[in-house]
């Protein structure tokens, strides 16, 4: 039995994101919580600080106020036996293996990784699409994000461009890191299209690594977290020497 419905797919095909509600069940959400909460207390295992990507709203370094505020945690595949059963889970692997029509693989390089967006020296990330940091022979990958809490535009939650996963767009319309210029009068008018992803704990948002989508800062004073991860079909390769082939 397919774990997708026709009109979710097509939806997908369409807008580029597709949220599942209640996917992943409460007590499995609490539990990977519980571990990150963890983690982030002991020290244990590789992190990107807030400071290492010096978005708006970053600290200036590591060694100022805040500098050290953990951004995400690293390889989550191999930090805990929950996160590599839901990286692995039959159904989620099913329903990306429906949209990418053959099976598939998670992609390790990048975004095999829990966001942790904490209320403060957190971040604003800019439009940009997932697809610039993979090396693979097509640039089609799905990306998967589950929610461990509410996310909304308060706390820092997604925002998306719907459809941008089938457009083309000259370099012109990017800045040297690849986000999309904000200042430019066609972007400016596609960025109005925007919507905000709301989601509850146990949802999972699937999207496109050629979708388009940002992020503002954590306003609130709790912390969000999220468990992402990246997937391919089997058949879709890592350019030879990129970081993808050397990592999955």
Not at 134 to 152: H, K, N, Q, V, Y
Request: glycine fraction near 8%; hydrophobic fraction near 40%.
């Amino acid at each position: 039995m397919s774990v997708l419905s026709p009109e979710q797919c097509q939806r997908f095909a369409t807008d580029g994101y597709l949220v599942l509600p209640s996917f992943v069940e409460g007590g499995t959400c609490e539990r990977m919580r519980a571990v990150i909460q963890e983690q982030l207390v002991s020290g244990d295992g590789p992190v990107e600080y807030e400071a290492d990507v010096a978005y708006p709203g970053s600290p200036a370094s590591i060694d100022a106020e805040g500098g050290r505020t953990v951004r995400r945690l690293l390889k989550a595949h191999g930090r805990s036996p929950l996160f590599a059963a839901w990286f692995d889970d039959a159904r989620m692997l099913d329903a990306l293996g429906q949209l990418l029509d053959g099976p598939v693989v998670q992609a390790r390089a990048h975004h095999n990784c829990v966001m942790t967006k904490q209320p403060r020296f957190s971040s604003d990330t800019g439009w940009h699409q997932d697809v610039r940091y993979w090396a693979f022979t097509r640039p089609e990958l799905i990306s998967t994000w589950l929610a461990l809490g509410a996310e909304t535009p308060e706390n820092g939650g997604l925002k998306v461009l719907p459809g941008t996963h089938r457009m083309q767009f000259a370099p012109e319309r990017y800045d040297a890191k690849l986000f999309l210029r904000p200042e430019l009068s066609e972007n400016a008018a596609l960025i109005e299209s925007a919507r905000y992803v709301r989601l509850s704990p146990g949802d999972v948002l699937l999207f496109h690594a050629r979708l388009f989508h940002a992020a503002s800062r954590n306003h609130t004073a709790d912390t969000k977290y999220s468990v992402v991860a990246t997937y391919r079909r089997t058949d879709n390769p890592a350019i030879p020497g990129s970081r993808s082939e050397l990592a999955g």
